[in-house]
Nanobody, 128 residues
């Protein structure tokens, strides 16, 4: 099937930096969008940043000027560089993608469909 493997989370001091990475693998024909979301207990999951297959990016207001998203389409990888972190950035960060599944062209009735998929999340903690 499909996997999203996240790495790079951890604990840093306020003002510090972290780099998150997410690698997609499995039955993937094409990825349209890769993104990072975050969630704090008791609150809704919110968009941190997203990047499309043509390189267009979109950021949550809190991330603008501090975070930078990048991708390597050949490696199905998305990275999130987070600078000047504050305690308010403490959350579980989730990798997400919109992708089209691959299929055997000899398979009768098989099609490629666009699907949204979530990673398991990686914890980011920022101490004051």
């Amino acid at each position: 099937q499909v996997q999203l493997v996240e790495s790079g989370g951890g604990l840093v001091q306020s003002g510090g930096s972290l780099r998150l990475s997410c690698v997609a693998s499995g039955n993937i024909r094409r990825i349209d969008v890769m993104a990072w979301y975050r969630q704090v207990p008791g609150k809704q999951r919110e968009l941190v940043a997203e990047i499309t297959d043509d390189g267009s990016t979109n950021y949550g207001d809190f991330a603008k000027g501090r975070f930078a998203i990048s991708s390597d389409s050949h490696k199905n990888t998305v990275n999130l560089q987070m600078n000047n972190l504050s305690p308010e950035d403490t959350a579980v960060y989730y990798c997400n993608m919109d992708y089209w599944n691959d299929y055997d062209p000899m398979c009768m009735g098989c099609t490629s469909e666009r699907t949204n998929y979530w990673g398991q999340g990686t914890q980011v903690g920022v101490s004051s």
